[in-house]
């Protein structure tokens, strides 16, 4: 007879109904790949009362912690709660209870992945968080195993499935801002606090979580710079496109040296590279390493599926790991103790986009601001004058320059009384 | 102190001295990985006299199989030298002898993988083949752990770069076949004798490999139809273009119900897709899952660098697992037994390209053929009238219809005394 590992799931949302559902009607097709039966044994939910359309046995709907973690039949928890707390304190306690942990929660691992992992060391438990970045997209394993023997030096990532829809949809169709947001929150694919997502948060707990495993060192989401997507505005796009450029909110991570660049901002990109070309609600992960070369994975960043997805793969290692009697955890690898620089030290090209009074010279007195802070320009557009307002847009494209340069500039073009507005600056990749 | 795990290189070409450079170089970040130093003990040469770049300890140079696979401080035998004879024989040789095996070989694999992983298996050894698809693009891994608790309904995939060279270099550049070809060849893309890459062959092992992975089912590459690259023209681009499509060569698996499609061979594919846009010597492998849906992996399907990367991830998982302590072998898991689908049912769109008299009623004849063979037009053009020879190309696109039904329309198509040529078919998809 076939042995069972038993689960418990905390959380009965979106994700955590698809993974029961899994759990039930491949019930097979897991137990022969496992080598065990995979028994869905208690499921931990605020309300046990609430009617809902997954039939459960009773039994098994729980609603404190402990019934979970204390149940000696509980083999592996899943925990698809998300969010900081109590999340984290539950994971906490289920690897103390000596239970094997599979997580879809970005913002527990990149806030408490270290301490979350040394704990299960301590305890001869697996921690697994396939979920927790690009959802149905393998990336962790990938990280730690098949890009083992690489180098990384760069990541470039789509990371937020909302926010590439919105820059989508005013790229394409031409919406601004707020009507996109609203689309996507009408299709469900934002929140009705959409901030995490908009704001880079969201990509910044997933850059974080890559980025430990890319350069073995300690990366936490306080050590990323982020900036969200809302400054954008439809002409923006519309320049990039003259200029043979996309733009996207990326996730980047740069190993130069000893010294990683971590940041998630808006960026033009070459419209004909790979990233440009992810359309939608998909992430896309490109990874650079010294013996792999270029790789992008691509794929969908959400939904219930994609994510049952990873977490049942996550179990089935698991699964594996106990029917060959193996006491797997997982390896804490930071030894490298790399330096995070400081975003004013960031060196790339720029995108400005002025508003400015349509008169005489006032391009010579830009220029000059630039020329003084050593910022070259390698093209300029000047157009749409406004015969109403006697003002012109001016669109110009740097040459590589530091951040801090580039601020300092900022500041002082924006004293120019002949310059109204400064309407955008976007850093370019690429 | 740390234990040594030795190993056994089979083949000193380009990506033995690669694996060899690489566990030279990154000695110490590798065995801190796997928890043990990577020693290369022995290294199989046919010629040992012959002078190399890469500088190995002479007493490490053998050219005798047995005194690789019988040393007793060769755990793990990496296998790089390609072709069928006498890689498979090595490779038994060292399952029998109780050494883990890592191989790059696609055509071993392909014809004999169930057979060795089974032999793997009863010798309790591990047999990885991470190399062999896409090179260093994480693939055998991905099916076997992150895709496990899918049900995979299709693989569409560019799995050889030298043919994805010359088509990315015919449909840019215009350049013909055989001067796309040389060019390859010019730059050590292509093999002096090419038939393997531009006939499909090499695909077509490549698919036999994943589809047996995603399927669970032992698929030969004599069950896969294979059709190469050389019968393309500059001018079927040109149409493709004008119609909103690319071409590739594109190995295609798709599952319906209990059988599975199985074939290799240039197809139209809307240029606006992913697989569209990988240009160059690159690979891409799209997957469709049930849960985790569409996903493509893309990187660099070749070079010794990729393949190192691969086969030193497969190298340190055995590592791992040896300091573990824990006997690891391949599950073979090729239990559905899927019927492979015959051609002649398959169903696909078409494009055909005929070069006809220039005359009324030509149109007339070719439809009433496809017609007659409940095949439908979804559009038609014709042009390039010619005054000299009096002949025009009629190029047609097809609604969906049997690949027999296809073959009968063209061979009565031939018969017309106002057809010339018919110059080509491409099927389509998507």
Redesign the interface.
């Known amino acids: 007879m076939m042995k069972d590992i038993g689960i418990g799931l905390l959380g009965l949302g979106t994700v955590g109904s698809g993974v029961a559902r899994?759990l039930r009607d491949?019930a097979s097709?897991?137990a022969?790949?496992a080598g065990a039966s995979l028994v869905l044994k208690k499921v931990l939910e605020r309300d046990i009362t609430k009617p809902r359309a997954l039939k459960l046995e009773p039994r098994m709907l729980v609603n404190h912690i402990e019934e979970v973690i204390t149940d000696p039949k509980v083999d592996i928890v899943i925990e698809v709660i998300g969010g900081e707390h109590p999340a984290f304190e539950y994971i906490k306690q289920a690897i103390t209870n000596g239970k094997h942990v599979v997580t879809a929660n970005k913002e527990v691992i990149a806030k408490y992945g270290y301490e979350l992992l040394s704990l299960a060391q301590k305890h001869n438990v697996d921690l697994r968080y396939?979920a927790s970045v690009g959802s149905?997209?393998?990336l962790i394993?990938?990280f730690q195993?098949?890009?083992?023997?690489?180098?990384i030096s760069a990541i470039y990532a789509i990371l937020n499935g909302t926010t590439n829809y919105i820059l989508t949809q005013m790229s394409q169709e031409g919406l601004d801002f707020s009507l996109a947001l609203k689309q996507a929150q009408e299709l469900g694919y934002a929140e009705a606090n959409p901030a995490n997502d908009i704001e880079g948060i969201d990509a910044a707990y997933k850059l974080a979580i890559l980025s430990s495993l890319a350069f073995h060192t300690a990366v936490k989401p306080q050590d990323i710079y982020c900036e969200g997507v809302s400054r954008l505005q439809v002409s923006d796009f519309r320049y990039a496109k003259e200029f043979g450029y996309a733009i996207k909110l990326l996730a980047i991570a740069k190993r130069v040296d000893k010294a990683i660049e971590l940041r998630v901002h808006p960026v033009f990109i070459p419209e004909d590279s790979?990233l440009a070309?992810v359309n939608g609600v998909y992430n896309a992960i490109q990874v650079e390493?010294?013996?792999?070369?270029?790789?992008?994975?691509?794929?969908?960043g959400a939904?219930a599926?994609?994510a049952?997805?990873?977490i049942?793969?996550d179990v089935?290692?698991i699964a594996r790991n106990i029917c060959?009697g193996?006491t797997?955890y997982p390896k804490v690898?930071l030894?490298q103790k790399l330096v995070v620089k400081p975003m004013t030290n960031i060196k790339t090209r720029y995108y400005f986009r002025l508003n400015v009074a349509d008169r005489p010279g006032v391009l010579a007195q830009i220029s000059k601001v630039l020329g003084d802070n050593s910022i070259s320009i390698s093209s300029v557009i000047q157009k749409e004058s406004n015969p109403i307002s006697q003002t012109a847009v001016i669109v110009i494209m740097t040459h590589p320059a530091e951040e801090k340069a580039v601020q300092k500039a900022l500041g002082e073009i924006r004293q120019l009384t002949m310059v109204k507005e400064i309407s955008n600056f976007i850093r370019v990749e690429g």
Chains 1, 2 share one sequence.
């Open positions: 899994v491949k097709s897991l022969e790949q396939e149905g997209i393998p394993s990938p195993q098949d890009l083992a023997a690489n180098d790979q070309k390493g010294d013996l792999a070369g270029k790789l992008v994975f691509y794929g969908q939904g599926l994609p049952s997805s990873a049942i793969a089935l290692t060959h193996v797997s690898e030894n």
